[in-house]
């Protein structure tokens, strides 16, 4: 398969695996027309302040001697919690609006609004409650349900560790806001069309 786009009148020789996955990242990240800056940057760093949490679980679990059962739970844990939040990406992006080509039976149709307006405001306030509770309660020095937190929590383990954890895990306390922020952003944009 050759490109005939060549200058000289010369077949361009196929893109390569590098130029595919360029291509491949602008397309899913490109935001769609009228989309503001401010929400692209909002759904932009919502991956971004998962990544710490994500990438902290992982030494964490292997370095302290964990079952295999708990560390590809903790694995899959991390690529699942970026793969989710990578979602908040879809609001700004064409394949938030326009079903993408590998879904059968949907590919190029208009995405409803609703569909994604309706579960991403649900996941926002969630994350957001999740998470405000989770740190009101890990400030306290107890766990959610109220009862004191283990002498193995990484909060209870001296400074150097709280501080790590604190590096790591705060930065979810924006994901619900930002992710709210974006939907808001969406859905004034799909409204005016």
Same mark, same amino acid.
């Given at each position: 398969m050759t490109d005939k786009h060549s200058s000289d009148g010369i077949a361009a020789p196929p893109p390569s695996r590098a130029g595919q996955l360029q291509a491949?990242?602008?397309t899913a990240h490109t935001p769609v027309a009228g989309v503001p800056r401010w929400?692209?940057?909002?759904?932009?760093?919502v991956p971004f302040v998962v990544l710490p949490s994500s990438l902290w679980r992982l030494p964490a679990t292997f370095l302290?001697?964990?079952?295999?059962g708990v560390k590809v739970y903790v694995v899959c844990l991390s690529i699942v919690a970026e793969l989710v939040a990578f979602t908040a990406v879809g609001l700004v992006a064409p394949w938030g609006e326009r079903f993408p080509r590998w879904v059968p039976w949907l590919r190029g149709r208009s995405v409803?609004?609703? &569909? $994604?307006?309706i579960p991403a405001t649900a996941a926002a306030t969630v994350l957001t409650v999740l998470w405000t509770t989770a740190f009101v309660a890990i400030f306290r020095g107890v766990t959610v349900g109220g009862t004191p937190a283990r002498s193995d929590f990484p909060t209870q383990q001296g400074v150097g560790s709280a501080t790590v954890f604190y590096i790591c895990y705060l930065p979810l306390l924006l994901w619900g806001p930002l992710?709210? &922020? $974006?939907?808001?952003?969406?859905?004034?944009?799909?409204?005016?069309r």
């Open positions: 491949t990242w602008r929400a692209r940057i909002a759904a932009y760093a302290h001697g964990s079952g295999p409803p609004p609703l &569909v $994604v307006i992710l709210a &922020v $974006v939907t808001y952003a969406y859905q004034r944009r799909r409204r005016q």
